[in-house]
């Protein structure tokens, strides 16, 4: 089993690159410095720079945004005034702030949940110290679940969540209050419709330091980020218009992880007068296979295709794998150990996998290179031996308004053949819009009780995305996937019995975050994987940026299929990192290596290839690399 950290073999159709010409990203805002001009949460927004600031309106009944925005309405009748607000987002220091303009003619709470007016938002806590990185609720309304109904006319807003308290109107701490704090001026009276409301404004400050995040930083930081608005009309007193709804940006809870997320971006060089902010662009690109010939779909990675094919590894128990992910996934991927046999055994296999992708026409291709030890067939979904693709459709949706996320299925059926489970079923044999094998790998057996010691197995997986509301012509070329690694080993004991989840992206079909993906016409195998003729010899093709502050990418080439493995040493000659990088194809190749805690100065770093078949070494190069604040 390999335990080094295996990059993207080829991670340039991985990694998001500098800015292109395509519109912002509607999961995306930057949230400008103000150049050290203070903000005052007063609630009026008589700052200059809120003139400058970025902003994203949230409107019942209209998409703010897919893959994760939607609305709901919680009672009553549908709102005959609807919710309608503006947010803007500015920053100072590693501090953001949030303006939420909201225009509403019936403003109140009420111990009743959904009966209230406010904001229940999620900040990914960073700080955690675990994957994925769980949501932090911050929830700022007039929700007071401890008064008697209906609430005194004047009622305002409370804190609850990580920097709040409960019950709701506890004086809360300095730090409390220095980590997230907010201002609120209505117009009107709360909890009284004896004449129309106009709205309110909110003003709203993150301390983002003790979540792990760093705006201050020369690269910036991402924020992960969502909010529901909630809006309660005409219930003080009830009349017949009553309504209760919320509306959301890209994800509606704030203790669980639920379609999307907002990725708020934070850099010191984009201020309220650097210009026009930086084009976001895609977090990973599916290559186009071009002229080359689509596979057989018989579980076996052989055909030609697949060595063009661009990879990533899944492993169980491997955080610096995670870590060298692109863009957000990297807090987004993560894993599970349930119960099984009425406890958790220790993982003795880890599941690991590398994963190939691209699409040809209208079709997706997945394969799976799965390395198992314990290869078994068992119907406890728990214990399966497989893997899950989530999609999301592009034109249904839910009763959340939320795009359809489904879900495909395969797992290791009892004589080594693959099963199909959940929507993919339905999508192969009703809509015939799949196809999918698994084939073992030379040695494996099925073998419920881990008498022997097996070697894997192979999937295939072709989608015909027309069958997920795609048209004929990809539209707009969107996809919105995540992978899970189903991984069951049994022992005698069966105590020692375990199974395991891992996944990239997101988990299941609903849960967050689906990376902002491209099926990239214009991106094929060939460029992928080099382009040109394969060098006689392996060469090292240097590393930008050199000397680097975060992560610096090294080019090489290797002159035909191998495995390669890279080592990065100190000036000592200590091992300070080690990667697996996995089979490469010839040509040029790019890996990206993050700082990952190293300190200022040189390093040296040897790339080894081998036999893909034999493991017998073949060359060995050696370079330098600078790390400098």
Known sequence: MRRGLAAAALAGALLAVASVAHAQRPDVIWARTTNGAPITLDGVLSEPAWAFAESVIVQWGVDAGIPGSGYRAEGGTLPSDPTWAKLKFLSDGNQIYMAAQVLDQSIGGDPTFNRFDGFLMAIKDHAAGFYPAPPAEYFYSMW????????????????????????????RTPEQIANWDAATVVTGLTASDAQLDQGYVTEMRFNLTPMGYDITDADGDVVEWNISVYDCDWFWPIIPPFSANRTWWQGPWGNASVYNEVRIYGRPDVTITSGPVPAVDYEFRIPNAGAAAAPVIDGVLDDAVWALAPSFDMRYGDDVLRQSYPGVLRWRAGQYQPPVNGGVAAVLDPADATIK???????????????????????????????????????????????????????????????????????????????????????????TLGLDTDTGYQIELEVDLTKLGYTPDLGDHLIFMGLNLLDGDSFTPFTDSYGSRTWWAREYENTCCPPWALL??????????????????????????????????????????????????????????????????????????????????????????????????????????????
């Open 144 to 171: 007071w679940p401890n008064l008697s109904s209906p609430i005194p006319p004047g009622t305002g807003f409370n804190f609850i969540g990580r920097w709040g308290v409960f019950p709701p109107g506890t004086p």
């Open 357 to 447: 992708y691209f699409f040809k026409g209208t079709k997706l291709y997945i394969g799976a290179d799965v390395r198992d030890q314990v290869v078994q067939s068992i119907a406890d979904f728990n214990r399966w031996d497989g893997l899950m693709v989530s999609l999301n459709e592009r034109r249904l949706r839910n009763v959340d308004s939320v795009l359809i996320g489904r879900r495909l299925s395969v797992k290791v059926g009892p004589t080594g053949q693959a099963q199909t489970e959940d929507y993919l079923t339905f999508l192969r044999d009703s809509l015939g819009g799949a196809q999918v094998a698994l084939a073992l790998k030379p040695g494996t057996t099925v073998d």
């Open 520 to 629: 990239d016409e214009s991106l094929t195998l060939v460029d992928v994987a080099g382009g040109g003729p394969a060098p006689s010899q392996l060469a090292l093709l240097g590393n930008h940026p050199n000397p680097f502050r975060r992560s610096t990418t090294l080019r090489f080439a290797v002159p035909s299929m191998a495995r390669v493995s890279l080592q990065l040493f100190d000036v000592q000659g200590r091992v300070v990192q080690e990667r697996d990088l996995g089979l490469v194809a010839p040509g040029e190749q790019r890996v990206t290596l993050q700082r990952d805690g190293l300190a200022n100065g040189l390093y040296f770093y040897r790339l080894r290839t081998a036999d893909p078949l034999t493991g017998a070494a073949r060359e060995t190069r050696t370079g330098r690399m600078m790390v400098l604040e």
